[in-house]
């Protein structure tokens, strides 16, 4: 049975035993599947354990074997560009839904009031967290590590994404007889590092079913009730964005069949849905991008770290959604001014947010800050509104920006290979 298969059957039954247990209030099975969540974060850890070598080899090892410098920087460019038109289309879809079903419009005033004071607190500490965050001239500055060993302990990735291609850079310019022993050694770590993701992903069954059980039975469906037609219409955007944006960019850009190509890479999109994290996933989406899509490794080393850290296509659209439904809900009509804002604001924010469960929750503080600016709203207020679901709708969306980050490695490789005059080939099926 293949892994993706195990790892579907795992997710199906983890979800049947927590609605059991939630909504059949079994208050035993409840404690035991959230007393076993620690095994699925123990397999987050190793994961992740893992990210910072793979990404920092794979960097430099993809970047000192471009040959040409200037490659970097067209490649760069390039990836950039894609990312920024993608996650403001995100965002557009967004709004769009949003001014559509209107899903602040009919929210009772009993749930309103209940959901602000059971999730008042947190949003407050959300809050504080957010206003900590540094300013965009600042998060430019602190791509520049002073010290790059500290930045790879504290797993601060746009650092060491900066000092790893800087580093590669480095390297490509070097005599053969210099470069090549360096080359090889961090090739050498790389593959390193892809044998311990091997031995990690034959643990991915247990995992995923731990974590999408505790899920499940800790919250259950009460909160979505309340909210449900605020988390209908961030899955709709979602299923739009991947469905319409991402197909047409396939097709036409990238020269794949949409279905063929969301079916290759179902286990990075069902490790992202468990975990939440486009940081654990992205050994595995390296992984699938070069064996299963024929990426070039030079071309999935630079734009799939890239992606994981500024990437965030459905963190975008779920903030576009969230602060549309707290504005509707807490104000009542937003202007078309304000609407423009937050697609810039949603766009900026979305680069550099960590890809980590609930960093989208954080950037939204940011975004409300902006639109609710001059209303007299507090962003607490309206984070409490969201704060039940967010987990559930955090684990789609990071699926989502999987699949992005998948979908743009496949577009720049065309690009250049078909730059170069080579023909791109689509793998055959395994």
Same mark, same amino acid.
């Given at each position: 049975?293949?892994?993706?298969?195990?790892?579907?059957?795992?997710?199906?039954?983890?979800?049947?035993?927590?609605?059991?247990?939630?909504?059949?209030?079994?208050?035993?099975?409840?404690?035991?599947?959230?007393?076993?969540?620690?095994?699925?974060?123990?397999?987050?850890?190793?994961?992740?354990?893992?990210?910072?070598?793979?990404?920092?080899?794979?960097?430099?090892?993809?970047?000192?074997?471009?040959?040409?410098?200037?490659?970097?920087?067209?490649?760069?460019?390039? =990836?950039?560009?894609?990312?920024?038109?993608? =996650?403001?289309?995100?965002?557009?879809?967004?709004?769009?839904?949003?001014?559509?079903?209107?899903?602040?419009?009919?929210?009772?005033?009993?749930?309103?009031?209940?959901?602000?004071?059971?999730? @008042?607190?947190?949003?407050?500490?959300?809050?504080?967290?957010?206003?900590?965050?540094?300013?965009?001239?600042?998060?430019?500055?602190?791509?520049?590590?002073?010290?790059?060993?500290?930045?790879?302990?504290?797993?601060?990735?746009?650092?060491?994404?900066?000092?790893?291609?800087?580093?590669?850079?480095?390297?490509?310019?070097?005599?053969?007889?210099?470069?090549?022993?360096?080359?090889?050694?961090?090739?050498?770590?790389?593959?390193?590092?892809?044998?311990?993701?091997?031995?990690?992903?034959?643990?991915?069954?247990?995992?995923?079913?731990?974590?999408?059980?505790?899920?499940?039975?800790?919250?259950?469906?009460?909160?979505? @009730?309340?909210?449900?037609?605020?988390?209908?219409?961030?899955?709709?955007?979602?299923?739009?964005?991947?469905?319409?944006?991402?197909?047409?960019?396939?097709?036409?850009?990238?020269?794949?069949?949409?279905?063929?190509?969301?079916?290759?890479?179902?286990?990075?999109?069902?490790?992202?849905?468990?975990?939440?994290?486009?940081?654990?996933?992205?050994?595995?989406?390296?992984?699938?991008?070069?064996?299963?899509?024929?990426?070039?490794?030079?071309?999935?080393?630079?734009?799939?770290?890239?992606?994981?850290?500024?990437?965030?296509?459905?963190?975008?659209?779920?903030?576009?959604?969230?602060?549309?439904?707290?504005?509707?809900?807490?104000? @009542?009509?937003?202007?078309?001014?304000?609407?423009?804002?937050?697609?810039?604001?949603?766009?900026?924010?979305?680069?550099?947010?960590?890809?980590?469960?609930?960093?989208?929750?954080?950037?939204?503080?940011?975004?409300?800050?902006?639109?609710?600016?001059? =209303?007299?709203?507090?962003?607490?207020?309206?984070?409490?509104?969201?704060?039940?679901?967010?987990?559930?709708?955090?684990?789609?969306?990071?699926?989502?920006?999987?699949?992005?980050?998948?979908?743009?490695?496949?577009?720049?490789?065309?690009?250049?290979?078909?730059?170069?005059?080579?023909?791109?080939?689509?793998?055959?099926?395994?």
């Amino acid at each position: 049975m293949r892994l993706h298969t195990q790892i579907t059957i795992a997710l199906i039954l983890g979800l049947a035993a927590g609605l059991v247990a939630n909504l059949l209030g079994i208050d035993p099975l409840t404690d035991a599947l959230v007393a076993i969540e620690p095994i699925g974060t123990a397999w987050i850890r190793l994961i992740t354990m893992v990210v910072i070598p793979l990404v920092f080899a794979s960097l430099i090892v993809g970047t000192a074997s471009l040959g040409d410098i200037t490659k970097l920087g067209r490649i760069g460019g390039k =990836t950039v560009a894609y990312y920024l038109a993608t =996650t403001a289309i995100a965002v557009s879809i967004g709004l769009l839904l949003s001014n559509l079903i209107q899903p602040g419009s009919g929210m009772d005033e009993a749930a309103l009031t209940g959901l602000r004071s059971t999730y @008042g607190a947190q949003s407050a500490d959300r809050v504080d967290l957010a206003q900590q965050a540094p300013s965009m001239v600042e998060v430019l500055l602190a791509m520049i590590p002073r010290n790059p060993v500290r930045a790879m302990a504290d797993g601060d990735m746009l650092p060491i994404i900066f000092f790893a291609i800087f580093f590669g850079a480095s390297v490509s310019v070097l005599p053969t007889e210099k470069r090549e022993p360096l080359v090889t050694f961090f090739d050498g770590v790389n593959e390193a590092a892809m044998v311990m993701i091997h031995w990690i992903m034959k643990l991915a069954p247990i995992a995923v079913f731990v974590l999408i059980a505790a899920v499940i039975a800790r919250f259950g469906l009460d909160v979505i @009730g309340s909210l449900g037609v605020y988390a209908i219409t961030v899955v709709i955007g979602l299923l739009l964005h991947v469905a319409l944006t991402y197909a047409l960019i396939l097709k036409y850009l990238a020269g794949w069949r949409p279905l063929d190509f969301l079916r290759r890479i179902r286990e990075p999109q069902l490790i992202a849905f468990s975990t939440s994290s486009s940081n654990a996933t992205l050994p595995l989406t390296m992984e699938t991008a070069e064996e299963e899509l024929g990426v070039s490794k030079e071309v999935s080393s630079f734009v799939l770290p890239l992606g994981a850290t500024i990437n965030m296509d459905g963190t975008a659209l779920y903030q576009a959604v969230a602060t549309m439904f707290i504005f509707q809900v807490l104000v @009542g009509d937003i202007s078309i001014a304000t609407q423009l804002m937050i697609v810039l604001t949603a766009t900026l924010a979305s680069i550099g947010a960590a890809g980590v469960p609930s960093a989208g929750i954080i950037i939204l503080v940011l975004v409300l800050e902006q639109a609710l600016a001059g =209303t007299g709203v507090e962003p607490a207020a309206g984070i409490a509104l969201v704060l039940g679901v967010d987990r559930i709708l955090d684990m789609c969306r990071t699926a989502v920006n999987v699949t992005g980050d998948l979908t743009a490695s496949a577009v720049i490789d065309r690009s250049e290979k078909l730059r170069e005059g080579r023909i791109p080939v689509v793998p055959a099926a395994t």
